[in-house]
């Protein structure tokens, strides 16, 4: 009979403790999960939604305030995240399908993956575009550096248009670092 009262007792506290171990791992609610990316430190980063016609699609455009913002190389930074609920899109893949789309209107855009993993079945990819069209419609005249990663419940997508004379190494190394480390909440 004690034995048989102390496992009753044990029960509860195990479960407790049980879950206290993995509520800091849970997995995001469908449809606020978002990506958190620690921007360079030297400029002021405001953001503003990207009105979408879609519940299953949030975007973001985080652009640079101040002073600063007329010499900085990349002016905005736009987050896109996809719901895959509605939309089962993966990363593998995207870096092509992007590059087919931007050679559509320069022929001369060239495509480099600069980092590719999996983790836990979820796939990140960063990779450049080379000779884009700028807003100006002028061919080769910018860089696109992507991000694509997948979550648990979406795919995000952070994009950065740089224009070419501006695309240096320590540039393309700052944010390298900057995407990489991002984290998925």
């Known amino acids: 009979m004690v034995q048989m009262l102390r496992t009753y007792i044990s029960l509860p506290i195990f479960v407790a403790c049980l879950c206290c171990a993995f509520c800091g791992r849970a997995q995001p609610t469908p449809g606020k999960e978002k990506i958190v990316i620690d921007f360079p430190g030297e400029y002021r980063w405001k953001s503003t939604g990207i009105p979408k016609d879609t519940k299953g699609i949030r975007g973001t455009a985080y652009s640079i305030r101040g002073s600063a913002a ?92 740089i224009p070419q004379e501006h695309f240096t190494p320590e540039l393309q190394q700052q944010w390298r670092d900057a995407l990489l480390q991002s984290q998925i909440e």
């Open 70 to 161: 007329e010499k900085a190389p990349v002016k905005t930074v736009t987050v896109t995240t996809i719901d895959r609920r509605y939309y089962p899109m993966k990363a593998l893949g995207t870096p092509e399908e992007k590059w087919e789309f931007e050679k559509a209107g320069c022929p001369e855009a060239s495509l480099d993956i600069v980092d590719k993993k999996t983790v836990n079945g979820r796939t990140s990819i960063l990779f450049v575009i080379k000779a884009t069209r700028s807003s100006d419609e002028t061919c080769g005249s910018t860089v696109l550096l992507t991000y694509v990663a997948e979550g648990p419940t979406a795919l995000h997508t952070v994009e950065l248009v």
